[in-house]
């Protein structure tokens, strides 16, 4: 099993940043992929960013070029550096980690932007 606890959401101006930590413990090893996923207010789940083990970064066209994902493998923490914040971005922000084939989730953090 796997354990994600997500911080750093809250409410920021438009404009501003965040950055979004996911820590996983317990049974760590074997990460094919980390990520962040977010559900807006009355809409679906989507894909923010992916950071396959070994691959290429994956970024929705709405985030790109204002937020970076990383990683810090020693910390097993996924960070989501997001700059330029546009009230569009106001969701539910979601960890997830895929580990031999299975998905592992966070319970979500919210992040609100408003003037």
């Known amino acids: 099993q796997v354990q994600l606890v997500e911080s750093g959401g809250g409410l920021v101006q438009p404009g501003g940043s965040l950055r979004l930590s996911c820590a996983a413990s317990g049974s760590v090893f074997g990460i094919n992929a980390m990520g962040w996923y977010r559900r807006p207010p009355g809409k679906e789940r989507e894909l923010v960013a992916r950071?396959?083990?070994?691959?290429?970064?994956n970024y929705a066209d709405s985030v790109k070029g204002r937020f970076t994902i990383s990683r810090d493998n020693a910390k097993n923490t996924v960070y989501l550096q997001m700059n330029n914040l546009k009230p569009e971005d106001t969701a539910v922000y979601y960890c997830n980690i895929l580990r031999y084939g299975m998905n592992y989730w966070g319970k979500g953090i919210l992040v609100t932007v408003s003037s």
């Open positions: 950071l396959p083990s070994g691959g290429s970064t």
